[in-house]
């Protein structure tokens, strides 16, 4: 197969941005690195200056460029970047979940349009290379659902809770150091950069585009001691799992909560900043991905994948959209959580159809009982602003 030459014009260069350079570098493909445009000069950086612009349109309009890499921290800067990327005819490779999570139509719209390929392996899980197979393997209509870690710092921060007693502050900093939170850890520690990935992975899982505002999140953000310690005496660890799953042939429902799960689940055994995807088929059943989940190699790998991907003109088809046989996304749907909370106007939000236990200890309560996601998503905000805990059963 012919493999078209890459000229490469990269945007930001951060973790993600140094670890492509490094691997660039070290694995002998055949790319060119031609510019890198930077928000800020006056950063210490490991190459000379002559490598990098602070102008998008020494790259945007450089005619020898036929690759944009963008791999900015800003969803808005992104957006702008990829459409004037795409609009003078250039192959874009991107990591920016927000920016796709949010923009899919508009995104899918522009590559038809001027029959240039976006691919965004590494928005979704990092190194696991889960969009192709869902989009190639997966090119049938046999999901019942697709679930997991989605998110590497969460990931980090409950298992090291969990393996030394650290508590949640360190744990978060330590992740932040390590490169694998974002540059505002809060889209990481309340489960919305889980879930604008979630949103990714159903657009290819399943053709319908939801938007980020339409699926209901809740994050770690507010797990204490207490919580790590009634898990564990039960046997079980707690993971911030992303789900999406059939509930009819045409509808789907989907949401972001800590989970339990017990010893004989895979992602049970998920630590660190590793995440896990869980496919369910109709008839292979389950099958599971693993890999690094965050991290500046981990993410390279996968936006090499793609640049790669493009070099022999590789381009998602969106084939189960076209399809169109999945109509809806809906939050009408029945499930068993324990909630952690001080106050019965924070339980109230909850709207509890059923309680199987219920626990007062000194300062906190818990109750586990059935609820309807429906009801959660309408008292999200208030359920935000509360400070209780959750976690889906
Ligand atoms: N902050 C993200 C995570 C980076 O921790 O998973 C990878 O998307």
Not at 64 to 88: P, Q, Y
Not at 200 to 226: Q, S, V
């Amino acid at each position: 197969m012919q493999r078209e030459r890459l000229r490469i014009g990269l945007f930001g260069y951060g973790c993600v941005g140094q670890g492509l350079h490094d691997i660039i570098n070290s694995s002998g493909f055949d790319a060119e690195i031609v510019k890198i445009c930077v928000k800020h000069g006056d950063k210490p950086r490991r190459l000379p200056a002559r490598a990098f612009t602070l102008n998008r349109y020494d790259i945007l309009d450089d005619s020898e460029i036929n690759l944009v890499v963008e791999l900015t921290n800003d969803a808005r800067e992104a957006f702008n970047i990829v459409s004037g990327a795409m609009e003078r005819g250039k192959m874009v490779v991107t990591a920016g979940k927000a920016m796709v999570a949010n923009n899919l139509a508009a995104l899918t719209d522009m590559q038809s349009r001027y029959g240039v390929p976006l691919l965004y392996e590494a928005s979704a899980c990092a190194s696991i290379p889960v969009i192709r197979n869902l989009e190639e393997y997966y090119d049938n209509e046999l999901l019942n659902s697709v679930e997991g870690i989605f998110n590497g710092s969460t990931n980090y921060i409950l298992s090291k809770m969990e393996s030394s007693g650290a508590g949640y502050h360190d744990v978060l900093r330590e992740a932040m150091d390590n490169g694998f939170a974002e540059s505002d850890p809060t889209l990481d520690v309340t489960g919305l950069d889980s879930k604008q990935k979630l949103c990714i992975i159903t657009a290819h899982a399943y053709g319908l585009f939801p938007r980020p505002d339409d699926i209901f999140h809740t994050g770690i953000e507010n797990i204490t001691e207490h919580d790590i310690r009634y898990a564990r005496e039960k046997g079980l660890r707690i993971r911030l799992v992303a789900h999406v799953s059939k509930c009819a042939a045409d509808t789907i429902t989907a949401f972001v909560m800590p989970r339990f799960v017990q010893s004989s689940d895979k992602l049970y055994h998920v630590k660190d900043e590793y995440n896990g995807v869980i496919a369910e088929g109709a008839f292979a059943d389950r099958q599971f991905f693993y890999g690094k989940g965050a991290g500046g190699h981990a993410t390279g790998c996968a936006v090499l994948s793609d640049i790669s991907a493009c070099s022999y003109g590789y381009r998602y088809e969106y084939k189960k959209r076209a399809r169109g046989r999945v109509k809806k996304i809906t939050n009408d749907h029945l499930t068993e959580i324990y909630l952690r909370y001080n106050l019965e106007e924070e339980r109230r939000l909850f709207g509890f159809k059923e309680i199987t236990e219920y626990f007062c200890g000194t300062g906190f309560r818990y109750v586990k009982g059935v609820v309807n996601l429906q009801t959660l998503y309408q008292n999200r905000e208030a359920i935000r602003e509360s400070g209780v805990f959750m976690v889906k059963i």
